[in-house]
């Protein structure tokens, strides 16, 4: 027999445990795979929320015109066969066109030629001879060292949360260079808040390719205030009273609070899965141990046809158009 699911299900109360920094990622993510009718796919990776990626050795220049990953296998001539065999292992069918090709488009970190060449006692260092200046050069270890010792670095770190984005063309992504990490973080937030309010306002406008290309972008002069943003993202909601006034209230009541966007895909679901409102009430009114209001339960299903059936998730991580 089809029963109604728990309000306390671990798919309802893994998004009241969601972190901050991902939770609006995560509820897009969530009302995407609704509107998709795949709920039942929705995965949740442990994560620490971003990856912190290694610095290519492409970034050690020698000269203008030459980087360390020019002439790394002749000054390690063991480092290609490394290289060569570890791809290989990854895809041992490989043709020799696509294993050369593959080999020189590799990506090598410098903290491995750091740790397991330069330092290793037992790796022969091979001078090697580099063009600068239209003169001829050395390249010594020690003058590799301090080459490496006088270059700037800024690792890059990608956020990692635990699903995918929701992907939409209006996206903004955008890299933020030369964050120093040793600033206070009051400083460091204040930085970001900046940046998004501008952007949110209008002072910050961005035009991505995608947008001139396809006439997507539409110019606005206009200096708008947080609170018009807002109410553009979160749409005010229609809702039909049981004693028949109608209300209007910002869906922004929700999408401030982990526990009600739960309550809000549980009702979802279940009215999908045909379950009557006189069913799925009393589930709410057992979790909260309180009553879950008629006027309460039409605003969460408004708001949850508007922001699935209607697409108003993509507006949770685009800007509204």
């Known amino acids: 027999m089809n029963k109604i699911e728990k309000r306390d299900s671990d798919k309802y109360t893994r998004i009241e445990n969601l972190n901050p920094y991902e939770f609006i990622n995560c509820v897009a993510y969530e009302l995407e795979m609704r509107k998709q009718n795949k709920e039942s796919e929705i995965i949740y990776n442990e994560t620490n929320g971003y990856i912190l990626h290694g ?9 203008n015109k030459i980087n360390l990953k020019d002439l790394i296998y002749n000054i390690f001539p063991f480092l290609y066969d490394n290289v060569k065999n570890l791809i290989k292992k990854k895809e041992p069918t490989i043709s020799d066109e696509e294993l050369e090709k593959t080999i020189k488009n590799s990506s090598i970190d410098i903290k491995d030629i750091i740790q397991n060449y330069i330092k290793n006692e037992d790796v022969v260092f091979h001078e090697v001879f580099y063009e600068n200046n239209d003169k001829m050069e050395k390249l010594t270890k020690a003058k590799l060292i301090e080459i490496i010792n006088k270059t700037s670095f800024a690792p890059n770190i990608t956020p ?7 992907y939409q063309k209006h996206h903004k992504y955008v890299t933020l260079h030369s964050i120093n990490l040793e600033l206070p973080e009051k400083d460091l937030v204040e930085y970001i808040k900046r940046i998004k309010k501008d952007y949110d306002t209008n002072k910050l406008k961005i035009k991505m390719p995608v947008d001139l290309i396809n006439d997507n972008f539409k110019e606005n002069n206009e200096l708008c205030t947080q609170r018009k943003y807002e109410e553009k993202k979160y749409k005010k909601i229609k809702i039909e009273k049981k004693t028949g006034k109608t209300q209007y209230k910002s869906s922004k009541i929700i999408f401030d609070s982990p526990k009600k966007v739960a309550d809000m895909l549980y009702i979802y679901d279940q009215t999908k899965r045909n379950f009557p409102r006189k069913e799925i009430r009393p589930e709410l009114n057992a979790y909260h141990n309180s009553e879950f209001t008629y006027d309460t339960y039409y605003f969460y299903e408004a708001v949850a046809k508007e922001f699935i059936d209607n697409n108003g998730y993509l507006e949770l991580v685009s800007k509204p158009l």
């Open 160 to 166: 990692n949360f635990s699903v995918p984005p929701t």
């Open 55 to 63: 610095i290519s050795i492409s970034e050690i220049k020698i000269t």
